[in-house]
C-alpha cells in the first residue's frame, strides 16, 4: 500500500513548501504561476480524495497542534525574502 503515515505526511509538507517557493520566485516573472498553482491544487484535492476513498485504508488519526515548527521556519523564510 505505499508508505507509512509520517512518511508520507513529510512528502505532502515538502511539495506544499516546494510550490509555494516557486509560486513566491517565479510569480513576479510569470504572474499567471499563481492561478496555475491554484489549479494544481484543485487537481491534487480531487487525485487525493479518491485515493483514500478508494484505493487505501483510512488513516490512523493522530493530533496535531499545528504545522511543525521546521516546516514553519522556512515558510516565514521564504515569505520574507
Not at 21 to 50: H, Q
Not at 63 to 68: D, E, G, L, Y
Amino acid at each position: 500500500m505505499g508508505k507509512g503515515g509520517s512518511a508520507r505526511t513529510v512528502d505532502d509538507y515538502n511539495e506544499i513548501v516546494m510550490q509555494f517557493c516557486f509560486v513566491n520566485l517565479f510569480g513576479v516573472a510569470f504572474p499567471i504561476t499563481g492561478l496555475l498553482a491554484l489549479i494544481s491544487n484543485l487537481v491534487e484535492i480531487v487525485v487525493d480524495s479518491r485515493k483514500l476513498c478508494f484505493h487505501t485504508r483510512r488513516p490512523f488519526a493522530q493530533r496535531a497542534s499545528s504545522i511543525p515548527d521546521m516546516w514553519m521556519k522556512i515558510l516565514k523564510c521564504v515569505a520574507l525574502f
